[in-house]
């Protein structure tokens, strides 16, 4: 009975089933026509009243840049990315402090790239920000300093979770180690399921051509997530 009470007591919590209704979110000093929408839900609410709930979110919309770097509210920051692009903007400063904070990523908006350290070495970098013809993201590594390797030109067409860097970020942290039959990752990680982007690693980390070699890791065919 307890979540029952708890969605009276406050409708707007995580746990009540219900939640807030999605807001439009227009760039700064602007209304648009089609703007995007946010899901901000109250994080962490369920032992107190709804109504107190309500006077937090407010306060928590008028002081934007704090909403903006609490890691429950990715569809906020979403939602003003998709407004104002991965550029130099009124968000820019924030986006790139919450995707340090979060992930120890770093964002260059001249170069239109999202960078992240991964294991044995590996520098792993999300670019395509600025090309129209980059629907999702390109994959590219430079290892201990070294020159950028490309391994897909758009993860749109390597695998399924392909945008969302909520997933790739902390993924491609603990990559290539990941990548390996032994890793302990108990995840299910779609990323590691990629033919492309495996045998693009493999060509420059020994460690993952052995495991294709000895038939430790199968490269399937995942042409159905285009």
Known sequence: MEPIYQAFANPFSENSGYGLPKIEV????????????????????????????????????????ELFCSPSQESFRDA??????????????????SL???YGARVDF???????????????HLGGIHDPSVKSYTLSSSIRGGPLRIHT??????????KRLSYLLPTLAQSPRLFLPDNDSEEDHDLAKSPEILSSVAKIWTPLQKAID??????????DSE
């Open 214 to 223: 000895l038939g430790e890791i199968e490269l399937l065919d995942n042409s």
């Open 153 to 162: 030109e758009d993860t749109f067409h390597s695998m399924r979770v392909c």
């Open 100 to 102: 340090n904070n979060q």
């Open 26 to 65: 227009h760039p700064l000093g602007k209304w648009i026509r089609n703007p995007p929408e946010a899901c901000i839900q109250p994080d962490g609410h369920s032992q107190i009243p709804g109504t107190d709930s309500i006077a937090i979110l407010v306060t928590a919309l008028i002081s934007d840049r």
């Open 80 to 97: 003003l990315v998709e407004t104002y692009g991965m550029i130099h903007s009124p968000v820019s400063e924030l986006f790139a402090k």
């Open 110 to 124: 001249t170069a239109g790239q999202i960078s992240i350290k991964g294991t044995h070495g590996f520098t792993w």
